[in-house]
């Protein structure tokens, strides 16, 4: 990338290199849920791996020597890195297949143990389970990291075209999907 | 496969994908005007826009989760550059003392993992290829040249040391060892060194919170509480299985699951739930109810632990703005959030309110928040304010001089937020109601000698305001206490959520505990019934005498969680019992314990009273209470027992229910008022302006005050309730005061003359007497106001103006712009010593959750710009409101005024449009 934007960066304050704690509190704050909901999709459900994954990145943010190595989006990087760690953890466990450049979800996401998660948030997720993980991963990003496209991209490393598209496919069979099940 | 909806018409092909972009505010601005032209005409596509826009919505509206307080201690702990845990005093940061072990040993997990976190991920080749060990051991190798990685870690640490202040004591040892020990995560090269010398260590970062100990605590509550007075072999409830010889261990409330890493498994940050030691460490009952009860609560995953209401709270948010979303096509995402059956998302018409605007919100929403910034037609600039910022504005006296609201006597809120902060989570905003939260905590008010209320009032500048000739005005109602000995016989029916949600928690298990606490204070000619619902409600119990207490504590024994929750049949039948079996010289109630989520039968608030209304007799008072945190849904029970006669409590552990069930049984049951209302009436001479701080919900319209079929709060023995409004004092009049300004000066306006030691106004409280069903008044002058401080008035008014102050901190109130932790963890510091000690430790500790949860986070340019178009919006509306009052002689000053108003305003949007375009541009 030869054009960065620092707009947003946390490091962009001038007369500072460092992540202030004020920054990565907020960073924290505003991140954590997305990215733990995101880990977790990418993880079959594993929350527990998934904390592991997002903590890790949480990390290597905090110890990032080369501020700029986060580019103009925060958000994107932190994604970036917990996809990294989940990829990781899911090779090295071999516990599913993985092919180049997509996310495998061997298993649907372990039902939510508790007995009240409404009706709705189950249909939800019922939907979201139908899709195609590649069209998931992307559609999760988006609405539940609010991502921009361009960070999406970045993420999952393909083309800003692919992601419109996937997110596309994705939003339309999830509305689909829930008119069916009459939640629409 | 073809993406197109089936619904869409031929011609709307080339849109279909444009649609979801521009439903997700991805749209080019070369494609905007397109797509929003035919929107606007074609109907086939709105509506695939307003279901995929909301499907989106959907899909980000889940329940929020957080890291677990290990995972966040760690992170803080790489934030600190490794600050040797033993170095910090003790009194700055008890925590570290308890936690040092657990933080070495994350530091050293952490820099384990920091050697694989070493490069950018965007620089790093595309992860699909080579994420083996090999690889990332060879990358690390390459990544810097190897040094002395001990002495490296060592000076690092040191460093962090100097850095913050600390002395450097006897444990260079453990640092070296630290060093010694991740020395192969430590090669981490000069770069890492350089950046951590430019990262302050982090203090209020979430750090290892002390291995909560809350079986200690709460075995000390129940032995303090309860050890003495069960009777002795008396065995409320016995061992049911085979648990035998288990009474007195406590289950270790350590991670069950062992996980991998500091970061922990399911529950590993979440304090363990009390009640679940409380029943294994009943003194005298060996063995408790159930092994199942002692399950510890790591094992459950996190997420069953968050709050429905937190859901709930996440999509009344998510849909906040949707009001302003659905102007091309209203409805269709209405229908869906009401549809019958569906749960309903937000329980407030927050749609089109501005407050709690965040960066979160779309760029869509954003575009369009701008034009909601402004006077809508009809609207008052003080309906404005509370649409913008959802606090009560300070109103001029010469508006309004009087205030009037029916008395809240509820505490839930206060608990309930306490349960989401020791959870580590914000409470969301509606959450918090202020007057909860002062009511909640105790004024030590004398009880009246005679009558059945004693009116207390104080005048103190206000700490927190940030203004100058502010006064905090604490008005206090004390209602006479009846000794234990006078009180009529109890007829109770307990209506009990028997439903699977209850299991969660051992929410079940925290009702039996406090029903076995309720009747060691019942007296052998009161009488219990049982009620429980499931997906049916059924009897479980007839009207007992507590005489026969063995029999009501086998029926107690028998209670289990499973099915729904049909509340809605639970509180008819209760109610039906209640009314059968009305004993007319007695005080009759029915008490409701449930998680709150009614989901079968009638679910709402109006239509469950309504069947319960039509069968009840008058007579019959309504507690309810909300157990456990996981889905406590505050507003329906709040509103039950709002409209039920009633009041409503939240149990978040065992020793909440010592404090209801056993210290203040005669203010949870005895009623001497009905529909107790206040009137304040102000002084237009001296007050210029007033707010009243919460009871924004409560409010009644002034005439309506002498109107007795007004429902309004009720009112037990002993029950004090405070309502709380912030003042200004007329300046000349304050001058006056602190002897700047000589002798008073006449107002501008021509009012009365200032006189300072003149009563700021007149305080009247009505309400119904319970026994004699008339209908009583008092009355009592307010204080004049003094130069007093804040530090040198009763302590009491000291601990009410904290708990304002960190309610609207947690608010994100309007008002709490001026306040800060420091200022309010100095003055909660002054009553350390007090009457209200345990208090104000209390309030602290909650304040040191809420900034570790992220209080009052960073605000981007483009919230902080809309701050501005709020106030400048408000004031011009104040300017013009007044200039209509005033009339035309003054209007081209006032006009001159609005001028500017508009120009600034037009600046201020263009300044927001210009951050989204960046914005947009960037995206």
């Keep these: 990338m030869s054009s960065r934007e620092l707009g947003d960066s946390p490091f962009s304050e001038p007369g500072r290199n460092g992540l202030s704690e004020e920054s990565l509190s907020a960073i924290v704050a505003e991140h954590q849920s997305g990215l733990l909901r995101y880990a977790r999709q990418v993880l079959g459900g594993d929350a527990s791996r998934a904390e592991d994954a997002v903590q890790e990145a949480f990390c290597a943010l905090v110890r990032q020597p080369d501020p700029a190595a986060t580019l103009d989006s925060v958000a994107a990087w932190l994604y970036r890195v917990t996809r990294n760690r989940a990829l990781d953890m899911i090779r090295k466990e071999s516990r599913m297949k993985h092919r180049e450049g997509q996310v495998a979800v061997a298993e649907p996401i372990a039902p939510d143990e508790s007995f009240e998660i409404a009706e709705r948030d189950r249909e939800i997720q019922r939907v979201l ?13 988006k609405t539940q990291g609010n991502l921009s496209y361009r960070e999406i991209a970045r993420v999952t490393d393909t083309s800003l075209a692919t992601v419109s598209q996937l997110v596309h496919r994705g939003l339309a069979a999830v509305a689909r999907g829930l008119r069916a099940a009459d939640v629409l | 496969m073809s993406t197109l909806d089936p619904e869409l018409g031929n011609g709307c092909v080339e849109f279909d994908e444009q649609i979801t972009h521009y439903a997700l505010g991805e749209i080019s601005d070369t494609d905007r005007p397109r797509i929003e032209e035919h929107l606007l005409s074609c109907s086939a596509c709105r509506n695939a826009f307003d279901e995929r826009r909301a499907a989106a919505a959907f899909l980000a509206s889940g329940e929020p989760v957080a890291l677990s307080a290990e995972a966040g201690a760690a992170v803080a702990v790489a934030a600190a550059g490794a600050t040797p845990p033993s170095a910090t005093p003790p009194h700055s940061r008890p ?11 994350l530091i050293m997990i952490l820099l384990g993992v920091l050697g694989l976190m070493e490069r950018s991920p965007f620089e790093a080749s595309p992860e699909g290829s080579g994420g083996t060990e090999t690889d990332v051991a060879k990358r690390e190798a390459v990544s810097s040249p190897p040094q002395d990685s001990s002495s490296s870690a060592a000076s690092m640490l040191r460093d962090a040391k100097v850095r913050s202040g600390e002395k450097s004591t006897s444990d260079s040892g453990s640092i070296s060892q630290l060093g010694s020990k991740s020395s192969r995560a430590m090669i981490s090269g000069p770069s890492s060194e350089e950046a951590l010398k430019n990262l302050s260590p982090v203090v209020d970062m979430p750090v290892v919170k002390p291995a909560a100990d809350p079986s200690l605590l709460t075995k000390k509550v129940i032995q303090d509480s309860l050890g003495t007075k069960v009777p002795a072999g008396t065995e409320l409830f016995r061992v049911s299985g085979g648990a035998s010889g288990e009474g007195d261990r406590v289950q270790p409330t350590g991670r069950a699951s062992g996980s991998s890493t500091a970061g922990g498994a399911g529950g590993a940050g979440l304090p363990p ?69 569906k749960p309903v998302l937000g329980t407030k018409p927050t749609d089109g309110y501005l407050y709690g605007y965040s960066d979160r919100d779309d760029s869509y929403s954003r575009r369009i928040v701008i034009d909601q910034i402004r006077c809508l037609p009809g609207e008052t600039p003080n309906m404005m304010f509370f649409r913008f910022w959802g606090d009560n504005p300070f109103l001029s006296t010469l508006d309004e001089t009087m205030s009037t ?14 349960n989401y902060l020791r959870k580590g989570h914000l ?23 005679n009558g059945d209320f004693a009116i207390y009032t104080d005048l103190v500048p206000s700490e927190f305001s940030g203004e100058q000739n502010v006064y905090v005005l604490k008005i206090g109602v004390k209602a006479r206490e009846i000794a234990a000995n006078d009180r009529k016989p109890l007829s109770l029916t307990l209506v009990i959520d028997e439903s699977g949600s209850m299991q969660q928690g051992s929410r079940l298990e ?48 028998q209670l289990k969680p499973d099915g729904s929750t049909n509340l809605d049949q639970g509180m008819t039948l209760g109610y039906e019992l209640a009314t059968r079996h009305f004993r007319p010289e007695g005080i009759n109630r029915v008490l409701v314990f449930s998680d709150g989520v009614a989901n079968t039968g009638r679910t709402t608030a109006d239509a469950i009273l309504a069947q319960v209304l039509e069968r009840r007799r008058s007579g019959i008072f309504l507690n309810t209470y909300g157990v456990g945190m996981g889905n406590h849904n505050d507003a329906l029970l709040e509103q039950l027992a709002d409209r039920g006669d009633g009041q409503c409590a939240y149990l978040d552990d065992f020793s909440e229910a010592v404090k209801l069930f056993q210290r203040n049984i005669m203010s949870s049951f005895m009623t001497i008022a009905k529909d107790a209302k206040v009137q304040v009436a102000f002084d237009r001479g001296i007050v210029r302006s007033f707010r009243q701080i919460g009871y924004e919900n409560r409010a009644i319209a002034h005439q309506d005050f002498r109107n007795d079929a007004v429902d309004a709060g009720e009112v037990n023995a002993g029950h004090e309730v405070v309502a709380l409004y912030e003042v200004e004092i007329d300046p000349h009049v304050a001058a006056h005061l602190h002897g700047l300004g000589g002798a008073p000066s006449a107002p501008a306006s021509g009012g009365p003359q200032p006189n300072p030691s003149r009563s700021i106004g007149q305080v009247t409280l009505r309400y119904r007497q319970v026994d004699t069903d008339t209908v009583a008044e008092t009355q009592r002058a307010l204080p004049s106001p003094t130069t007093a401080n804040l530090e040198s008035s009763p302590e009491h008014v000291r601990l009410s103006a904290c708990a304002v102050a960190l309610a609207e901190l947690l608010r994100a109130s309007h008002w709490s712009k001026a306040t800060t932790p420091s200022r309010l963890r100095e003055v909660l510091g002054s009553l350390s010593t007090g009457s209200f000690s345990s208090e104000s430790r209390e309030l602290t500790e909650l304040l040191d959750l809420a900034m570790r949860q992220g209080l009052r986070p960073v605000r981007s340019a483009f919230v902080q710009t809309l701050e501005q178009l709020k106030l400048n919006r408000y004031h011009a509306e104040k300017v013009r409101a007044l200039g209509e009052k005033l009339g035309t002689e003054t209007t081209a000053g006032l006009q001159e005024q609005l001028k500017k108003f508009e120009q600034q305003a037009k600046s201020l949007e263009e300044q927001l449009r210009a951050l989204l375009e960046k914005e947009g541009k960037k995206g």
Excluded at chain 2, 406 to 414: F, R
Excluded at chain 2, 428 to 445: G, H, K, M, Q, W
Excluded at chain 2, 518 to 532: E, H, S
Aim: proline share 8%; glycine share 4%.
């Design chain 2, 273 to 341: 739930v009390p009640s679940d030691s409380t029943v294994a460490a009943r003194p005298s009952s060996p063995g408790a109810y159930d092994a199942r009860a002692r399950r510890a609560p790591s094992s459950k995953k996190p997420e069953a632990l968050r709050a429905y209401g937190e859901i709930l709270a996440d999509s009344a948010r998510t849909f906040k703005n949707r009001g302003l979303l659905l102007r091309m096509s209203e409805g269709k995402v209405e229908r869906a959030r009401r549809a019958p059956g």
């Design chain 2, 405 to 418: 609201f029916g008395l809240d006597v509820d505490t839930a809120s206060y608990s309930l937020v306490r």
């Design chain 1, 129 to 141: 389970e139908t899709l195609d993980p590649s069209l998931r991963e992307v559609l999760v990003l």
């Design chain 2, 427 to 449: 409470p969301p905003r509606d959450a918090i109601r202020t007057e909860e939260f002062v009511n909640a905590l105790p004024s030590n008010y004398a009880a009246p000698i």
């Design chain 2, 510 to 557: 925290l009702v039996k505990q406090s029903i076995s606490t309720l009747l060691t204070q019942l007296k052998p000619n009161d009488t219990v019934a049982i009620v429980t619902f499931s997906t049916h409600a059924s009897q479980l119990l007839a009207p007992t005498p507590v005489s026969e207490l063995e029999k009501i504590a086998a029926a107690v024994r």
């Design chain 2, 95 to 105: 925590g570290w003392a308890r936690s040092s072990i657990a933080a070495s040993i």
